[in-house]
């Protein structure tokens, strides 16, 4: 090739990128925008056992539903673009951002970063995203763009009454300067350095989950299943025996329903342990999340309407207590191929009992808890062998299910069973007052 045969390649190449840089321009926006939100999901999920409102948990799992939409919608319009950028990994900067966030001890100090700091920044870098682009060119993406906006919007409207009025958290400064240090999400803003005696509080300090999670006022207690109608509000052998009221039933379904935010909590636990996942990955177990809170507040908002005072009803820790110190992959392992693919026969049955009584509102939310459980089922077997790859696991699925029964069977009898009662028998709802709420005497 001679010299100028070579220099006419060259500026081809040139002129060939100069001409979709405008285009290229938006796509790098798109995807600043696509790894912030991937970050918020993965690191804004460890608040979730954190926080003890009840309401609080539900509002939290829903905003990382819908950054989730977001997420997904940005790399689905970014790979229509030149520049976007292939595979899902987030760079450094963002993610120091986020794992900046989640360091102090105190989880409203943390829940006030991601809310006062973090996702105006958000707010903003799209609204400067409708502002950079063309509105008639780049119409697909200010359409999406503008729904966003206003998810952001209502996201901060619905947790203000959660923040508390101090602004004086040391964390919120920090992030404003780390914020400042990298002109905005977006680099929209000339750019501050951080001062030479800034430091990281990730550089010393290793993030790891808390051991039980939090449930705030709520009285607690290791499990809420048993045999005994003295004690326990579910009483395993009343829920298959056909003598039992089906309005007996119909309580007992709502408290296990209720306590499906246990896996609300250690669900949660999951996305920051797998940091390297593709984003489908998180996107799933986002729905998963957002799902099982759901079914949560199926019981925490019917179980009022049936005469239960919820300040009575124990919350059960078990669950939790124990995977949190097995592997994510053996959490995940336990949660979708053991507990849930387990629930089915006796849900069946529940189903058809509660049927007897013409209440419209709780066959219909049984019927969307079984749909949504047999999706999550459907994850797991999507799923899981892609967190054992991560892991470095390479035993087939079933010999890693199966071993994993028998270690969380290990791990019951070290960690399981050691919460005591908040409440005397007499005060909590166990099954007897469960009978005469529901007007019997069994
Ligand atoms: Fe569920
Ligand atoms: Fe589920």
Partial sequence: MTASNASAQRSGVRSKTLR????????????????????????????????????LKYLLCQHVWESA???????????????????????????????EAIRPEDEMECLAGFYRVIKPAILDAYRHYLEATHHLADWPSRHLVQEFVADEERHLEEVRPYLSEANAYPLLRYLSCVLDSMGGLLGERP???LSEDFRWAQDSQKYSHPL???RGDYPICSSVFGHNPEEDPIVREWLEDPDTDARVIRLMIYVWLMMELDAVDYLATVFYDTREAPFDLHYDLARHLWDESRHSAFGFRQLPRLGVDLNTLEHSLDLYNILIHMSPPERYAMMTMEFESGSFPTKAK????VRELNDFEADTLLAFDRNDEQNHVRYGHRWLPEILKLFGETRPVEEFVAATRERFGELEGLYGGKVPHSLPPEERLTGKRICSLAGLTK
């Fill in 69 to 99: 939409g977001h997420a997904r919608l940005l790399r689905e319009r970014g790979s229509e673009m030149s520049g976007f950028g292939k595979g899902d990994s987030v760079r450094s900067d963002i993610a120091k951002l986020f794992e």
């Fill in 350 to 353: 529940i189903m058809d009992r």
């Fill in 212 to 214: 039980t999670c939090n």
């Fill in 20 to 55: 979709m840089a405008a285009v290229q321009e938006m796509a790098g926006l798109l995807r600043l925008l696509f790894e912030t939100e991937r970050e918020f999901i993965r690191t804004a999920t460890v608040l979730i056992p954190r926080v003890g409102d009840v309401e």
């Fill in 191 to 193: 750019a501050v350095d």
